[in-house]
């Protein structure tokens, strides 16, 4: 996981710029790059022969600009150099650091960077003011920001294009700007490119929005002061820069979604070279060994310190890597989107809006459109022709979290309600009464959105239309104004056509030998006791309408009476478990308030009538059936808790066998690893979700218990599975009873079906999650609770209209924990296209990373894991490639252009392809990958990014006294610095990394020793001590754990423990121990893709 093993080469990247009129092109379009190397770029997570690729011919360097002097070398670990070498003219992404560290050039054997000679070029003419000073420069693109006013270059005609982007901007230095490198002090530019002389190049295009281009930069020798003379490509006239940063971080005048056009004064456009602007790290030549001089290229590497006209015999030059500053940096996304979004809120009332980020904290303002914590898109304009989408290959998906639970000053959904008519329905497609139905006539009649079904409004709901055609109460119903609303459904919408009864919760504990030998049936029996206190209430409700029963279980049942009249709780064991019937109706599920004494009584004597068990052998299937069948004779949904410790081997129906076998890895038989054993489970849990019964699964093993299997059931009946491996109570008690309070306490919808409806054109064709679909249309959810999603993917059936757009209507019908029947509506319109340009403009990576590790986390249940991962870069490749191909200009091949919005698609989809499910690493069990495959299918979208991307906090970088969190850096070990404490987070796991230089004031303060030594590793929770640093680094953890669904253990790491392997893990900007690629590595292969597709 060594940052500093052979990182291969990057690929440049560029940006497109679109054609201003009256200006002549150079002839570089379609060019190819010069032969790749004999050798073949190797598979991307392998070794790495050379790869080489051609510059555009002709392209040649001036001096650099301004930028900050290369800085002092800061130590990372083990002493090795912690950052590329960045002087002038290199690009730091990310807020500017006060010390700047350098690699060593020695620190990534790379293959020397190509000679070649100088091949003169005029430099571009200047028509336009003086240059900006250095300080001018640097500080407007310091941290990323543009002062004033943008001058975006006029559009090409097609294109409403927004400001370029650059990363440039990403530091007060610039980049090694296409055509112009930089010269090693004291060295003249070659002759014919006179400083500051005009030469009588023609000016090139302009570039066109919101695409991210980079070629490979360098680590390297001194460079030059700044000179004045020819623009670098980017850089403006005589004004702010023309070049702009990731996200405009200058206010807007409104706040733009990312992709929309921005407006400002019209500048001059641009003169650049034929070399893209952009991220402008120019790679001439190739990596491998050095090869002689080649026609038409330009220098070697900017700064590098051999050029052709250099006298004296060439020295070799030292290796060189691509600087991962110079590549799109995810926490540099998630900052400017913070800052451009987060302080004004998200109002929905326009179509087609791209929402902030997840990671963004903003407020949202329903005007008609559901809020994106209840739904998010791939794209929020989509193509109007099923060619278009083929061709672009972006999928088509909404993440829908029907019940997502929402901030305090947010308004919960308002509840309508209709009386015994029911809410109001198109007659032909059954959608619902919503703000996009258009009424006519005055107001009798409505024509249908989805269908465009002419419906009679009925009496009871007739109301005068304005004078725009809009109904005069509009804004008093919810359900013509709102984008998410209720309605109580009437008698119609309920099972048998009777109200349902409040729902049940089972909680059944396995009372084997080894759940009572760890402590875990005495923990849970005297949590119990006071938990019941906490069950979901209905609104302003006094106590919970929810009845409860208990079960223990081993190799037979145990069912106990706990009615209220009873003075001791009474027992019935059921031994016949092949044939499972519940021995008691009444008294088993019961009212908490009135049975109080005589369950307290039960929970008391669980632990102590098993206390001498030396039963091992449990079952499983027949205590969900003894669960379910108690539901159904009480005629009520339900949750059972099944609390369970060993893979059920007892004669029973759905015994297991151990089947783990960690030779299958990377055969095509692995997927079997991933399927249950038998198909017993799949049957009962159609049964289960028939009742309304939700099995949600605690998970104690000590070894494999086929997880694969048992969470089938739970998966199938929109439930949740927990796992606690090597239960001890000592260090696993917080995070067990943390899970369990919030699985009681949490508002859930019980035997719900939920269908998503579309306007004509396009139609749902295929969902991921946790539930059970007995049809094509209907998910069904035996519960569903507040951090459960549902994806779906549409395709087209005709063309959609750019005028009309496209409708989602997602309806859920389910019971509430009062046993009120509620359907919940949320709306959605989006955009529609007809240039592939907007749709690549509107897209969202976040929810595009969520939908294709659902893709390919349920493509292992019947492909080989390789063949899955093959087909995510694929599609990867064919996204950026199609983007590459018809909305930028023509550029070098040697540029990897990225679409503004998806710049981070390669970093995301990396981490997915490195994740344990589709690459483990030794350590990884099976039932880890079938535990972490289950989850992922239901998370939401902001627990993939973070689950996909874990945030990388410094402790003791931020003042002591300052309250807010610490800006996050990114994932990898260069980032590490061994004088400094960082938490790691990813939704599930915690760890706290201490370097060894960390200062012992700083130790004392947090864990309450003098020394490094004496911390001890894997300690689990932090000394309570009464400073600031510790109430500081405390109160983050909790806060932290507050915003994540399940409970996240602290491991605390020390460098250079043998803890530090697992931590190392979870840098996944870096190589992985299991072969994963680093980042950089696979920008280079995606870029290698992108070519081949596009030769």
């Given amino acids: 996981m060594n940052v500093n093993q052979s990182a291969p080469p990057v690929p440049p990247f560029g940006q497109p710029q679109p054609v201003y009129p009256g200006y002549h092109q150079s002839s570089y379009g379609g060019q190819q790059g010069s032969p790749a190397a004999p050798t073949p770029y190797g598979a991307y997570n392998g070794p790495v022969p050379g790869y080489q690729q051609a510059p555009p011919p002709g392209v040649s360097r001036a001096p650099p600009s301004s930028g900050a002097p290369p800085a002092s070398t800061a130590q990372g670990p083990c002493g090795q150099n912690a950052y590329g070498q960045f002087g002038q003219g290199d690009v730091q992404n990310g807020p500017n650091s006060t010390v700047q560290m350098q690699r060593l050039p020695g620190s990534q054997p790379f293959g020397l960077a190509p000679l070649a000679p100088v091949v003169s070029q005029p430099a571009v003419l200047q028509p336009y003011g003086p240059p900006p000073t250095s300080a001018q420069v640097t500080a407007q693109l310091a941290g990323m920001q543009i002062s004033g006013a943008v001058a975006p270059a006029p559009p090409p005609s097609g294109l409403g294009y927004g400001p370029p982007t650059s990363l440039a901007s990403a530091s007060g230095n610039f980049p090694n700007s296409g055509l112009y490198g930089s010269y090693p002090q004291g060295q003249a530019p070659p002759l014919g490119q006179a400083q500051g002389h005009p030469g009588a190049q023609p000016p090139q295009r302009s570039v066109p929005p919101q695409a991210s281009s980079f070629t490979p930069p360098t680590s390297g020798g001194p460079r030059m002061p700044s000179m004045t003379g020819p623009h670098l490509p980017g850089q403006s006239f005589g004004g702010p820069p023309g070049s702009q940063p990731n996200h405009v971080s200058s206010p807007p005048p409104q706040a733009l979604p990312s992709g929309s056009q921005m407006t400002g004064p019209p500048g001059p456009p641009p003169m650049h070279s034929s070399q893209q602007p952009g991220y402008q790290l120019q790679q001439n030549g190739s990596f491998g060994p050095s090869r002689g001089p080649q026609p038409n290229y330009g220098s070697p590497y900017p700064g590098a310190a051999t050029f052709g006209s250099q006298p004296g015999p060439p020295q070799p030059l030292p290796p060189k890597r691509l600087d991962p500053d110079a590549i799109p940096s995810p926490i540099q996304v998630i900052e400017d989107d913070r800052n451009n979004r987060g302080s004004e809120p998200f109002v929905t009332g326009a179509r087609g809006q791209v929402p902030p980020l997840v990671t963004t904290n903003f407020l949202v303002k329903d005007q008609g459109n559901a809020s994106p914590r209840y739904i998010r898109c791939t794209s929020y304009n989509i193509p109007c022709t099923s060619d278009m989408a083929k061709q672009a290959q972006v999928p088509l998906a909404a993440v829908i979290k029907p019940l997502a639970r929402l901030p305090p000053e947010e308004a919960s959904p308002y509840v309508v309600d209709h009386g015994e008519s029911g809410p109001l329905r198109c007659n032909r497609c059954k959608a619902y009464m919503c703000p996009f139905m258009q009424f006519i006539e005055g107001g009798r009649r409505f024509q249908c959105c989805f269908c465009s079904c002419i419906n009679d409004v009925p009496p009871q709901y007739f109301q005068h239309l304005d004078h725009t055609g809009k109904r005069v109460d509009a804004y008093d119903r919810p359900e013509l104004s709102l984008g998410s609303y209720e309605f109580l459904a009437t008698v119609d919408y309920c099972k048998n056509n009777k109200f349902p009864s409040p729902p049940a919760f089972i909680f059944m504990i396995d009372v084997s030998y080894n759940a009572i030998r760890s402590g875990l049936v005495r923990l849970l029996c005297e949590e119990l006791k006071s938990l019941l206190d906490f069950l979901p209430r209905e609104g302003g409700a006094e106590e919970s309408a929810i009845r409860v029963g208990f079960v223990t279980y081993n190799k037979v049942l145990h069912f106990y009476n706990v009615k209220s009249s009873l003075a001791q709780p009474q027992m019935m064991v059921v031994s016949d478990v092949g044939d499972m019937f519940v021995p008691l109706l009444d008294g088993f599920l019961v009212n908490v308030n009135e049975s109080r004494a005589v369950i307290t009584s039960l929970l008391d004597q669980i632990p102590e009538m098993f206390a001498d068990t030396r039963e091992t052998e449990t079952v499983?299937?027949?205590?969900?059936?003894?669960?379910?069948?108690?539901?159904?004779?009480?005629?009520?949904?339900?949750?059972?808790?099944?609390?369970?410790?060993?893979?059920?081997?007892?004669?029973?129906?759905?015994?297991?066998?151990?089947?783990?076998?960690?030779?299958?890895?990377?055969?095509?038989?692995?997927?079997?690893?991933?399927?249950?054993?038998?198909?017993?489970?799949?049957?009962?849990?159609?049964?289960?979700?028939?009742?309304?019964?939700?099995?949600?699964?605690?998970?104690?093993?000590?070894?494999?218990?086929?997880?694969?299997?048992?969470?089938?059931?739970?998966?199938?009946?929109?439930?949740?599975?927990?796992?606690?491996?090597?239960?001890?109570?000592?260090?696993?008690?917080?995070?067990?009873?943390?899970?369990?309070?919030?699985?009681?306490?949490?508002?859930?919808?019980?035997?719900?079906?939920?269908?998503?409806?579309?306007?004509?054109?396009?139609?749902?064709?295929?969902?991921?999650?946790?539930?059970?679909?007995?049809?094509?249309?209907?998910?069904?959810?035996?519960?569903?609770?507040?951090?459960?999603?549902?994806?779906?993917?549409?395709?087209?059936?005709?063309?959609?209209?750019?005028?009309?757009?496209?409708?989602?209507?997602?309806?859920?019908?389910?019971?509430?924990?009062?046993?009120?029947?509620?359907?919940?509506?949320?709306?959605?319109?989006?955009?529609?296209?007809?240039?592939?340009?907007?749709?690549?403009?509107?897209?969202?990576?976040?929810?595009?990373?969520?939908?294709?590790?659902?893709?390919?986390?349920?493509?292992?249940?019947?492909?080989?894991?390789?063949?899955?991962?093959?087909?995510?870069?694929?599609?990867?490749?064919?996204?950026?490639?199609?983007?590459?191909?018809?909305?930028?200009?023509?550029?070098?091949?040697?540029?990897?252009?990225?679409?503004?919005?998806?710049?981070?698609?390669?970093?995301?989809?990396?981490?997915?392809?490195?994740?344990?499910?589709?690459?483990?690493?030794?350590?990884?069990?099976?039932?880890?990958?079938?535990?972490?495959?289950?989850?992922?299918?239901?998370?939401?979208?902001?627990?993939?990014?973070?689950?996909?991307?874990?945030?990388?906090?410094?402790?003791?970088?931020?003042?002591?006294?300052?309250?807010?969190?610490?800006?996050?850096?990114?994932?990898?070990?260069?980032?590490?610095?061994?004088?400094?404490?960082?938490?790691?987070?990813?939704?599930?796991?915690?760890?706290?990394?201490?370097?060894?230089s960390v200062q012992q004031g700083v130790v004392q303060s947090l864990f309450g020793v003098s020394s490094f030594s004496q911390i001890t590793s894997g300690l689990s929770v932090l000394p309570v001590l009464d400073n600031l640093l510790s109430k500081k680094v405390r109160g983050l953890i909790d806060n932290l754990r507050a915003q994540r669904s399940r409970y996240m253990k602290l491991i605390v790491v020390k460098q250079e423990d043998k803890l530090e392997m697992l931590f190392k893990h979870f840098l996944v900007e870096d190589k992985s121990l299991s072969g994963g690629a680093s980042y950089v590595d696979f920008l280079c292969h995606m870029h290698k893709e992108i070519r081949q597709l596009l030769s």
């Fill in 620 to 996: 499983f299937a027949p205590v969900i059936q003894a669960g379910m069948e108690a539901l159904k004779a009480a005629e009520c949904a339900g949750k059972l808790f099944l609390f369970h410790t060993s893979l059920p081997i007892a004669e029973a129906p759905g015994k297991l066998k151990n089947r783990d076998d960690r030779k299958l890895i990377n055969t095509d038989k692995e997927k079997t690893l991933f399927q249950p054993q038998t198909g017993a489970y799949q049957t009962l849990a159609k049964e289960c979700v028939a009742q309304g019964c939700c099995i949600d699964l605690f998970l104690f093993p000590n070894q494999y218990v086929d997880v694969a299997t048992l969470s089938v059931v739970p998966q199938l009946t929109g439930g949740s599975v927990y796992k606690y491996a090597c239960f001890q109570v000592e260090n696993d008690q917080e995070r067990f009873l943390s899970d369990l309070r919030r699985d009681v306490q949490k508002v859930i919808g019980f035997d719900a079906v939920m269908r998503v409806r579309t306007s004509t054109g396009i139609r749902a064709v295929d969902f991921f999650g946790a539930f059970y679909m007995s049809n094509t249309t209907d998910v069904e959810l035996a519960g569903l609770d507040g951090d459960k999603t549902v994806t779906v993917e549409f395709k087209h059936d005709d063309r959609l209209n750019e005028e009309s757009g496209a409708l989602l209507q997602c309806a859920l019908l389910y019971t509430s924990c009062a046993g009120q029947r509620r359907l919940r509506i949320h709306n959605l319109a989006l955009n529609c296209c007809t240039q592939l340009a907007d749709l690549y403009r509107n897209c969202e990576t976040d929810t595009l990373i969520n939908y294709m590790a659902k893709f390919a986390y349920r493509g292992v249940l019947n492909s080989p894991v390789k063949t899955v991962r093959d087909a995510l870069i694929t599609q990867c490749a064919q996204i950026l490639a199609c983007y590459r191909k018809n909305c930028a200009s023509p550029s070098s091949a040697g540029q990897l252009i990225l679409p503004e919005c998806m710049k981070l698609l390669p970093v995301y989809l990396n981490c997915v392809l490195k994740s344990d499910v589709l690459q483990p690493g030794a350590e990884v069990t099976t039932d880890d990958r079938a535990y972490v495959r289950q989850l992922v299918i239901s998370m939401d979208v902001a627990e993939t990014n973070v689950f996909f991307y874990p945030r990388l906090l410094p402790l003791t970088k931020s003042p002591i006294e300052s309250t807010t969190e610490p800006p996050a850096v990114r994932a990898s070990e260069e980032r590490l610095s061994n004088g400094d404490i960082y938490l790691l987070e990813n939704g599930l796991n915690l760890f706290l990394w201490v370097g060894a």
